[in-house]
């Protein structure tokens, strides 16, 4: 029985060499930031997942809101919500005040 090997990217397809490279040499090379837009801004993440962005951005949980593409996201649903690139979202602060 004839087993296919692991998947083989030229290297000279993206470097100008000719050796073969198994796929797993060349995921060093890829780029795993996306670009999404968050309050009109441009922004790079790591983040994949939309609990990890607001982390990443270091934001209190339980004192925003989040729309992602024109989507109001419930906090509850935040760890189960990929991010993808070109995403757009509108994160929203609470801000507490009022009289004294």
């Known amino acids: 029985?004839?087993?296919p090997?692991?998947?083989r990217?030229?290297?000279g397809d993206f470097f100008g060499a000719s050796q073969n490279l198994p796929a797993t040499a060349f995921a060093c090379y890829l780029r795993l930031e996306m670009n999404l837009t968050i309050n009109g801004e441009a922004k790079e993440t790591a983040a994949s997942m939309l609990d990890a962005l607001v982390a990443e951005?270091?934001?209190k949980s339980d004192r925003v809101a989040?729309?992602?593409n024109?989507?109001?996201v419930p906090r509850a649903n935040w760890a189960d919500t990929p991010l993808h690139d070109g995403d757009k979202l509108?994160?929203?602060h609470f801000v507490g005040g009022g009289r004294d």
């Open 1 to 3: 029985m004839n087993t």
């Open 5 to 7: 090997g692991p998947t």
């Open 9 to 11: 990217i030229r290297s």
């Open 57 to 59: 951005l270091g934001i």
């Open 66 to 68: 989040v729309e992602l």
């Open 70 to 72: 024109r989507d109001i």
């Open 90 to 92: 509108e994160i929203v």
